[in-house]
């Protein structure tokens, strides 16, 4: 039997953003990081939900609410009113699960979820949007200036100037591509 290979997850510090960035490239050549119901529970393991399981109803509704964060996010650094479908996507999924938030003796928050369900799981990275999108959090949700990209992101910079979604992807490909260009105007031409 072949082992199958997946595309690595992207990170990041917002539970909810980085949760969207499971779809990456959204207007370039799409890159699904969660193809089947076993990498939304890998991803979870990583972001510190684990669950027990997770079948493709589960990944199907995980899917529903990473796309209705992302949209509600698009349409708040747009400064544009949230989608209604969105923000009820968000809500059902915030209620349909028992998670509740813990202090570590380090003096930071973790979630002890009340089964290792799927449903919990994403009760907690409902809620962490929720956070985010009512302002409850530091930082400006902004998009991703890659045209192929324009992932949400939490944007806690001075001045909030930051650019990219990720610095080590779309930003380095950004300069290098406009090195590249700069190195072809400056080359004399062969006629």
């Not at 399981?53 to 964060?69: F, H, V, W, Y």
């Not at 400006?140 to 910079?157: E, M």
């Not at 100037?161 to 406009?178: I, L, P, S």
Request: charged share 25%; net charge neutral; glycine share 6%.
């Amino acid at each position: 039997m072949a082992v199958q290979h997946f595309p690595e997850f992207r990170t990041g510090k917002v539970l909810a953003t980085s949760f969207t960035g499971t779809l990456s490239e959204r207007y370039g050549e799409t890159l699904e990081r969660i193809p089947v119901p076993s990498r939304l529970a890998d991803w979870l393991a990583d972001n510190g939900l684990a669950v027990d399981s997770c079948d493709r109803a589960q990944l199907d509704r995980a899917r529903e609410l990473r796309e209705a964060i992302h949209a509600a996010a698009t349409a708040v650094a747009n400064e544009n009113p949230l989608p209604s479908s969105a923000v009820q996507v968000i809500n059902d999924r915030s209620t349909h699960g028992l998670a509740s938030a813990v202090l570590t003796p380090e003096g930071g928050r973790e979630w002890r979820l009340a089964s290792a369900s799927v449903e919990d799981a994403l009760s907690v990275i409902a809620a962490d949007a929720i956070d985010l999108l009512s302002g409850e959090r530091d930082g400006k949700i902004s998009l991703c200036a890659s045209p192929t990209c324009r992932a949400a992101f939490v944007d806690t910079s001075r001045g909030h100037t930051r650019r990219w979604c990720d610095m080590n992807t779309c930003g380095n490909r950004e300069k290098k591509a406009r090195f590249l260009a700069n190195k072809r105007k400056k080359s004399p031409s062969a006629d």
